[in-house]
T-cell receptor
Framework: ETGVTQSPTHLIKTRGQQVTLRCSSQ?????VSWYQQALGQGPQFIFQ???????GRGNFPPRFSGLQFPNYSSELNVNALELDDSALYLC????????????FGPGTRLTVT | AQSVTQLGSHVSVSEGALVLLRCNYS??????LFWYVQYPNQGLQLLLK??????LVKGINGFEAEFKKSETSFHLTKPSAHMSDAAEYFC???????????FGTGTRLKVLA
């Protein structure tokens, strides 16, 4: 059984650029959630995807967007990057009817300069 | 809406001493509760979870937590601290229907030799 994987592990972007982060769900999981963890803080819920549609969103602006693909993998896109977007981005997968059991990936560390 | 409060952003204990990390939650419906550990520059590792079964939950690495509804608490304990326990610990809550995790701000545990 393959766990949740994320790519890349690290990346550096410049303010104003756009970035795409990727997540592969654990085998059999059909729901993906994304979280942002700024330095020194707990993770904050960004949004969740189920059946390729957004299924709940936290307090993040529209420049944070996502996709879920038929194989349940997912992308997080952030446009017009700001310095405050520097964070660890965590992806978590689960089954829709067992959403309380989310399995987290190792995260992608994004640095915006 | 759910929320989590972790009392004490920094906790220091001597090696071999009791570890007690405090977590209080707020939820209008029955919660699911979690403790995660995060080592520097790494992702989240699940220590234990409460999903409405036994109120005393045993996790990995000798950690356990007790769900106390009357006190809205889910404190994490370990009888004897080890140097390898030094890390950041996060308490999280979710509920059926939303399944978005709400994390506390974290407690950094320092273990003194």
């Amino acid at each position: 059984e393959t766990g949740v994987t994320q790519s890349p592990t690290h990346l550096i972007k410049t303010r104003g650029q756009q970035v795409t982060l990727r997540c592969s769900s654990q085998s059999g999981h059909n729901t993906v959630s994304w979280y942002q963890q700024a330095l020194g803080q707990g993770p904050q819920f960004i949004f969740q995807y189920y059946r390729e549609e957004e299924n709940g969103r936290g307090n993040f602006p529209p420049r944070f967007s996502g996709l879920q693909f038929p194989n349940y993998s997912s992308e997080l896109n952030v446009n017009a990057l700001e310095l405050d977007d520097s964070a660890l981005y965590l992806c978590a997968s689960s089954l829709k009817d067992r959403g309380y059991e989310q399995y987290f990936g190792p995260g992608t560390r994004l640095t915006v300069t | 809406a759910q929320s989590v409060t972790q009392l004490g952003s920094h906790v220091s204990v001597s090696e071999g001493a009791l570890v007690l990390l405090r977590c209080n939650y707020s939820s209008s419906v029955p919660p699911y509760l979690f403790w995660y550990v995060q080592y520097p520059n790494q992702g989240l590792q699940l220590l234990l979870k409460y999903t409405s079964a036994a109120t005393l939950v045993k996790g990995i690495n000798g950690f356990e937590a007790e769900f106390k509804k009357s006190e809205t608490s889910f404190h994490l304990t370990k009888p004897s601290a080890h140097m390898s326990d030094a890390a950041e610990y996060f308490c999280a809550v979710t509920t059926s229907g939303t399944y978005k995790y709400i994390f506390g701000t974290g407690t950094r545990l320092k273990v003194l030799a």
